[in-house]
C-alpha cells in the first residue's frame, strides 16, 4: 500500500538530498529545483497522490486487469543530420523502444528468469501497453514521429517542449535530445510541472536497444526509457530516502512509499553483489533489489517492476492521467459524425438561447456557436469520452457532462443553462480586450506557465483551482523566466466585455486575482494591481493590491457600495510597472469573474445547515441527493483536489446524479437551498 503524508519540508529535504549527487536521471534534481521557485505546486501535487492512495485502497481487482495502452509519439530533436544518423535517429530505433516498454510493462521481458528467488514473486505485469500513435491530435494519420531542427537545446522545458509538443492529455511526449553531464533522461511526474512541460526526455543515444541502437553504451537495451515512464506514471526511485521507512509501519510513509521495494542506502551502478544488503529493515532484514527499474544499474541488470509499483501506476492511470486512457490515437481508424443540440434557458421555458458556445474536451477538441435559436450541430467529430461545456456571457458556464461517451449513436442533446449570471473562467473566449502602455509582460488568456523568482512564484503555475478547465487571464506567459516575463515601464490593462445590470436588485461581483512583486536588484518593490468599475460614465477603485498576494485570492464587492450599476459597466484590471527607475518582477493573473444577484459569501455568514440525504453511500453508480420540504435545489460536485466537476439544479427537492463514468475516489456535495446550505462526502468504487 502506498501513502503520500510527507509534510511539505519532509518533501523537500527528500528531494533537495537525492539531488545533491549527479546521476543518470535527472529526475530529483529536477523536482527538487521546481519546488524551490514554486513552493505553492506541492501543495496540490501531494494531493494527487492522495488521490491515486485511496483509488489503490479502494479498487477492486477486476478494475486493474483492463489492458491500458498508452499512445507514444517521438519528437525526434537533431541538428541537420541525415534521417537516420547522430541525434537524427532511425525509425527502427524507435520502434525497438517501443518492444522493450511493451515487454517490460507486461513481464513478458525474458531476463525476468533473473530475478532471484526472494523477488520472484513480486514480479508484476503493469498491464500497460504501448504505440506509435497513428493519429494526430487533428485526426490525421501520423507515423507517431516528428523531426525538428533546433542547433540551440537550451532551456530545453521552456523553449523547445512547449512548441512541439502534442496533447499531454492524450499522448506520451518522448523527446529524445542530446543531454550532458551524465544524464541520460529525465521525466515530469504526474500533476507537478506545468502541462505544456509533461513527457519524458531521453538521450538518443539510450533509446531502443541494440542493433536497432547503434551506439556502444551500457544502456543500449531500452531500460532508461522503461525508468522514465515509470516517474511520468508517479514512481520515484528505489533509493528515494535512503534507509528510512525500514519497518512495516514506516514503508509506506518513506522512501519511494511502496512497502514491497526494500529501502536502499544509495543508487546502484553497474553490476552489484546479488546479496547486496545496504539498509536493515525490521521484522525482515532484506537484500536491496538493485535489479528494479527505478535503480541505476546497467540495463543488462534491470529486470522487474513489483506489485506495489503495478499499483501506484495504474491508480495513476485512473486518477492524474485517466486522460490517456480515452485517447483514440492507437485506434485503427477514425470515423466521424455530427452532433446536434441546443442550448436552453433553464429559467424560462427552455426557450434557445442565441450564440450561446458549446466545447466538447475528449478525444479532440470541438468548439462552436448555436444559431438564433440556440440549436448547434458538429460535423467531422470522432466517437469517444468528452467533456461537454456550454456557455455564453450573460449566463452561467455548464459543464453539463463529464468524460460521456459520445459516439454516432449518440441522440440529440438538450444543455440547460442559467441566464442573469455572469461567469467567465476563460474556459470560452467572450472577448476580453487588452491594451498596454507596458514594453513586456502583456495579459494573454492561455494556461499558465509558472515562473518564479527568488525562490517565489512569481507567475502562477496552474489556474484556480475553483472553475472549469485549465485557462485564466495572466500577464508575460511563457516566458523562460520571471525576468523576461514580467510587466515593464508601464501598465497592461485587461477589459471586460459590457455587462448589463439594469435588471439585477442587489447585483454582487466576484473574481480571483493573483499578483506578484518582487524586488530585483535590492529595490524596494512599489508596483501594484488595480481593479476597476466603470458604469459608463463613473469609473472607480474597488482594490489596490500594493504587496505581493501570489496565490490565487477570492474577492467579492456589492457594486452599490462603489458605483450606481447601470445597463453598461466594464470591470477593469490593471497591472502597472509604476518606477522606470526601480526595477522589479511584476506580475498578474484573474479568474473567476462573476456577476451575480446575491453575495455568496454573505449568504455563508447567515446560512443554516441544511438538512440534505445522499444515497447510495458509497456508490458505484447513479446516487440521489434529496432535502425535505425545499422548492429548489442546487447541487456543486467537487473532488478531492478542490475542482469543481459538475453543477445540477432542480425546481423540487431531488438531484440526481450519475458518477458511473467518474474515477473512484472521494468527491464532495454541496447542496444548497435558499440561506441553508450543507456539504456532504461521497464515496465513489
Not at 511493451?102 to 526472494?118: G, H, I, Q, S
Not at 501520423?142 to 540551440?152: A, D, F, M, V
Not at 440529440?412 to 467567465?424: G, N, R
Not at 458518477?659 to 440561506?675: D, L
Amino acid at each position: 500500500m502506498m501513502r503520500w503524508n510527507f509534510c511539505i519540508a519532509l518533501c523537500l529535504i527528500v528531494f533537495i538530498a537525492a539531488a545533491q549527487k549527479q546521476a543518470p536521471c535527472s529526475f530529483d534534481q529536477m523536482v527538487s529545483q521546481y519546488l524551490k521557485e514554486h513552493p505553492e505546486s506541492l501543495e496540490k501535487w501531494m494531493q494527487q497522490r492522495e488521490q491515486a492512495t485511496q483509488y489503490i485502497q479502494e479498487a477492486t481487482n477486476g478494475s486493474r486487469a483492463t489492458i491500458i495502452t498508452i499512445p507514444v509519439v517521438f519528437h525526434v530533436i537533431h541538428s541537420g543530420e541525415a534521417e537516420g544518423v547522430g541525434k537524427n535517429i532511425s525509425v527502427a530505433q524507435m520502434q525497438s523502444q517501443i518492444a522493450v516498454l511493451n515487454e517490460c510493462y507486461r513481464k513478458r521481458n525474458a531476463d525476468t528468469a533473473l530475478v532471484p528467488n526472494w523477488f520472484k514473486s513480486r514480479v508484476a505485469d503493469i498491464e500497460v501497453e504501448f504505440c506509435l500513435a497513428q493519429y494526430a491530435p487533428n485526426g490525421s494519420p501520423t507515423t507517431g514521429i516528428t523531426r525538428h531542427l533546433y542547433t540551440n537545446v537550451s532551456n530545453f522545458n521552456t523553449n523547445i517542449k512547449p512548441v512541439t509538443q502534442w496533447d499531454p492529455s492524450r499522448y506520451l511526449n518522448f523527446w529524445t535530445t542530446v543531454l550532458s553531464g551524465g544524464i541520460l533522461g529525465y521525466a515530469t511526474p504526474p500533476g507537478l510541472f506545468p502541462l505544456n512541460e509533461d513527457g519524458i526526455v531521453v538521450d538518443y543515444r539510450y533509446v531502443g536497444r541494440a542493433p536497432d541502437n547503434p551506439f556502444n553504451t551500457n544502456y543500449k537495451l531500452g531500460k532508461t526509457a522503461v525508468h522514465e515512464v515509470g516517474h511520468w506514471l508517479g514512481l520515484f526511485h528505489t533509493f528515494q530516502d535512503s534507509c528510512n521507512g525500514t519497518t512495516a509501519l514506516t514503508c509506506s510513509l518513506y522512501g519511494d512509499g511502496i512497502c514491497d521495494t526494500p529501502p536502499t542506502k544509495e543508487a546502484n551502478y553497474g553490476s552489484p553483489s546479488l546479496t547486496q544488503n545496504t539498509c536493515t529493515e525490521t521484522p525482515i532484514d532484506e537484500y536491496d533489489m538493485w535489479m528494479n527499474y527505478m535503480d541505476y544499474v546497467d540495463d543488462v541488470n534491470q529486470y522487474m517492476f513489483t506489485t506495489g509499483q503495478r499499483d501506484v501506476m495504474r491508480a495513476t492511470l485512473h486518477t492524474s492521467r485517466l486522460t490517456i486512457q480515452t485517447s483514440l490515437a492507437c485506434t485503427d481508424t477514425f470515423s466521424t459524425f455530427t452532433y446536434n443540440g441546443r442550448v436552453v434557458d433553464m429559467a424560462n421555458n427552455n426557450n434557445g438561447i442565441a450564440n450561446a458556445k458549446v466545447l466538447l474536451d475528449g478525444v479532440a477538441d470541438f468548439e462552436t456557436t448555436a444559431d438564433a435559436d440556440g440549436y448547434f450541430s458538429i460535423p467531422g467529430m470522432y466517437a469517444g469520452n468528452y467533456d461537454v461545456y456550454a456557455g455564453k456571457w450573460g449566463c452561467r458556464t455548464k459543464l453539463h457532462a463529464l468524460n460521456e461517451n459520445i459516439s454516432a449513436q449518440s441522440g440529440f442533446v438538450t444543455i440547460p443553462i442559467k441566464t442573469k449570471h455572469y461567469y467567465d473562467d476563460f474556459t470560452f473566449n467572450f472577448n476580453w480586450t487588452t491594451t498596454a502602455t507596458a514594453s513586456n509582460g502583456f495579459w494573454t488568456r492561455a494556461v499558465p506557465v509558472g515562473t518564479g523568482w527568488n525562490g517565489d512564484p512569481a507567475n502562477p503555475s496552474t489556474d484556480s483551482p475553483n472553475d472549469y478547465t485549465n485557462k485564466c487571464f495572466v500577464t508575460g506567459n511563457g516566458a523562460t523566466t520571471a525576468l523576461t516575463g514580467n510587466v515593464d515601464n508601464g501598465t497592461v490593462t485587461l477589459l471586460s466585455p459590457i455587462f448589463d445590470m439594469s435588471t439585477f436588485s442587489n447585483p454582487y461581483i466576484r473574481y480571483e486575482r493573483w499578483f506578484y512583486d518582487g524586488a530585483q536588484s535590492g529595490n524596494t518593490p512599489d508596483d501594484n494591481m488595480v481593479i476597476k468599475l466603470n458604469n459608463g460614465s463613473t469609473q472607480v477603485t474597488v482594490e489596490n493590491i500594493n504587496t505581493t498576494a501570489n496565490q490565487w485570492t477570492k474577492k467579492e464587492f456589492r457594486i452599490s457600495d462603489y458605483i450606481t450599476p447601470t445597463a453598461t459597466m466594464r470591470v477593469i484590471v490593471e497591472v502597472n510597472d509604476l518606477s522606470s527607475g526601480n526595477p522589479n518582477i511584476v506580475e498578474g493573473g484573474f479568474d473567476v469573474f462573476e456577476v451575480l444577484e446575491e453575495s455568496a459569501l454573505s449568504v455563508q455568514e447567515t446560512e443554516t445547515a441544511l438538512q440534505v440525504k445522499i444515497y447510495p453511500n458509497p456508490t458505484t453508480g447513479n446516487i440521489t441527493v434529496v432535502t425535505p420540504n425545499a422548492n429548489t435545489l442546487n447541487v456543486v460536485v467537487y473532488n478531492l483536489l478542490g475542482k469543481r466537476i459538475t453543477e445540477q439544479s432542480s425546481p423540487s427537492s431531488t438531484v440526481y446524479l450519475d458518477f458511473s463514468s467518474q474515477p473512484k475516489g472521494v468527491y464532495f456535495i454541496e447542496a444548497t437551498s435558499g440561506f441553508s446550505k450543507n456539504v456532504l462526502k461521497l464515496v465513489v468504487q
